[in-house]
Structure formats: C-alpha cells, structure tokens
C-alpha cells in the first residue's frame, strides 16, 4: 500500500518484528502463569517501578521495545491473586485459558453495543447459557457487564422504573418513597445503587442478620409492616447467596415468598455464590435463585475468568428494556445490512460502546464445562470447612463464623488479650502474612470483633496450603505476643 506523504497509521512499520516481540509477550504470560504459584503472594511496588510509571506524557513514542521493558518490569506486583494463598478478599485466580480468547478479541476489536455480527452472536450463547444454568425462562434478558456492581444498578433501575410506570424516565423523579430490603450483611454496591438511583442509600433498609449472618426474616416482615405504616413503597427485596464477610446463603425461597406477598421486585445478589449452582452439592440452598426477577454475579470471581466480567438476568424482558432502550432514529431497527441484529445491548443498559468480554466467557466454558468449573467451587469449600477442622484443634485459634460456602473466619487468641488488643493483633498478623508474601488473607468485623477472613475462590488452591497458613498465623501470632 502506498501511504500519501502526509498521510500516517499507527500499524507496525516492520511486522515481523512486532510478530517476534508479540510471540516473546506470549512467552513471558506463559512463564508468568505457569509460575502463579511460586515465590511471594504479593510485593508492594518498588521506587523503580513507581518511576517508570510516572513520566511526563510523551510528545515521540519511546517504541514497542521500551513498551515491552516496562510491561515486563510491571507484572511480578499484581494484586496477587492467581497465586494459591492469595485467600483476601473475593477474587478469581483466572486461568491461562483467557489469554486465547482475548488475543482474538484484539484482532477483532469489536463493540459490542450492537449491530449485526458475530461478537453479537456469542454474547447471546453466553446469556442463553445463564439463564439455563441459573433457572431463568427463555425469554428473560440479560446483559454481559463488568462486574456485579453494575449489575445491580442494572437490575434495581429495572425494578424501580418498573413500579414507577417508567414515567420516572423523562420526569426525573428518583423515586420518592421507595424502599428496599437487604441483610446487613450485604455489599456495599446494593447501597451505592440505591445512591445512584436517586433512591439515596437511606432507603435500602438493612435487616438485621440472625447467628448464621442470614437475613432475619422476621426483622424483614416487621420493618415492611414499620414503612408501609408510614406510607413509603416496599419495591425490592435482595437476598444475598453469598455474603462477602462470610458466604452465607440468605433464606432465597422465604424471600421469595416475602417478595410475592409483597408486590415486591425480588433480586439476588449472587455475585460469587450463585455460581454454587454450579456444584450439586451447594446447588439445592441455591434453588431460590431460579424464582428471583433478577439476579447479579460475576464470572471474574469464582468462574475464574479474568478480569472483568459479570451478568446481569432479569426475567421481565420488557422491563429491563424500557428501563434503558432510547433509540434515536439515526439508530431506528433494520432488518438488514449492518444495523440489524435487534434489539441491541444498549437497549439494556447505561454503556453505548462494550468491549467483547463475552469470548473470554464463553471460552472458559466451552473449554472447560460447567461440570469442572463447579467441581473447582466445592472444592474450596472442601478447603474452607478443612480449615475449620483444623482452627477447631487449635487452642490458639478461635472460629468466628460458621462456614457456609468458601469463606472461613477466625480469629488468633492470646492469654490476658482481649478487646481492642485482640483485633491489633489479628490485624498485624494479616498485614505482617501479607508482607511475607507467605499467604493474604484479608480482615473483616463480625459482631464488633477483626477476624482474619480466608475467601477460597482459586483453582490453584490446595489443602496443603490450609496448613501453610494456619500454621503462619500461630507462628506470626506468637511473635507479635512476644514483642509486646
Ligand atoms: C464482589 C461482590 C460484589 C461486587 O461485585 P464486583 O464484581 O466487584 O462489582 C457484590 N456482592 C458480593 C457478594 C460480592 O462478593
């Protein structure tokens, strides 16, 4: 091809040096992944790399090679994550799988807010998918997103402009008097929907939980009597399957039955413990699901996905699109050509302009099938409840919460400590854990105390390190007592 003078691009000008340098990338994700388990968990970011990554923008283009040196000095001080004692938080472990999908997702460089082509087609099979996999009906909608976050938005707009007639849409009322329903122990990302919602975070009451850390049903009748009494609207109701301090499961099918009753919008928040579907162990306390208006989950968590990627159903079709469909004309319904493939994803949801997520998904899938993918979920919490055994045996280590799915929470005991002294110390174990590169776990508060928290959503992770960590935090525990 025969550039004009003044005419540029920004493809390679020798391809097969690009070829080479991509092959060598390829190489160094390989050595990267295959070593996931090997050296520490985490390493806070040197002075060296914080340098590289604060130059001034660069009016010339230092080249792919240089590109290629900083990349290369970045990826050993990830969040840790695909390492086996990554155990904070509630992250995936991803799978070297993804690097396939989204090398072709790359070359494609597809958008997927709509229009007719094939990126289209998968997103449809990964959505079709869920709804079998989650008991949601062939006709329900569903939305590929990057994490339940924006699932929730998603889906409580749906369930607010619903019993707001949609006329809320153009007249801009936020919804005065309506309120929701979820545990305490619910995410934060519930509450900040409501904010965003203009529903204001006050609305969504939070039920107080029972022992199990499940909401407490009876709390939940008595604050839906409370408000109506005082003349708001109960409009929504969400169970959590899953909770992020512990992983406990909400009663879905009293919800349910509460939400029916009610006239209530009922929607889970299933970000990692929906996928215990997955598994026929856990599947049967997870059956509520399949009777939810919406649910929000995540793949980037336990489906091992990278990140990001979540998903959004909700079983009234026309209800999540008239919660979000506004077609311009320029973008009226075809039939052909291009612009067919109606309706499109923008008609539900905020995001005009989506990246194609939905390969990486539905190639995990593909490639691994559902069967495995759920054997991988009971095994962690195999893990989870091992750890329990084990923190049973020891005097110095002290359960917190049941285990009810993956999630594992405990706390070191020393003589003459308690309160305050107690969670300092549990916090320095983690943090000085964290430091060592030994294992990460994270910390949470259940009824007023720091407990060190163990969440198992890693492929990678074995028993064995159950008793790595275990023993790291009576060893690390006895050392901090010993300085004090
Ligand atoms: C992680 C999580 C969320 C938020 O999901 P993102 O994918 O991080 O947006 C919501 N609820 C629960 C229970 C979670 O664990």
Redesign the pocket.
Known sequence: MNDHPTETGLDPQDWEAFRARAHEMLDRAMDHMMGAGEGPVWRAPTEDLASRFSRPVPQDGQGGDAVMADIAALMPFGVGNAHPRFLGW?HGAGTPSGVIPELAAVAMNANLGGRHHGAALVEKQVVNWCKSLFGFPEEASGLIVT????ATIIALKAARDRVLGFVNRAEGNGGGGLVGYASAEA?A?IARAFDLLGLGSDALRKVPVTDAFEMDIDALRQRIDWDRARGLTPFVVIG?A???NTGAIDDLDALADIAAEHGMWFHV?G??GALGLLSPEIAPRLSGIGRAESLAF?F??WMQVTYDA?CVLIRDEEAHRRAFSDRPDYLSPATRGLSAGNPWPVEYGPELSRGFRALKVWAQIAEHGVAKLGQVVMQNCAQARYLANRIAQEPMLQPLAPVSLNICCFRFVAQGLDGDALDRLNDEIVIRLQESGIAAPSTTRLGGELAIRVNITNHRTRLADMDILADAVIKTGQAVVDEI
């Open positions: 509630v994490g339940t976050s924006m995410h990302c959590t899953g909770s992020v928040d970000a990692f995540d980037h968590k979540g």
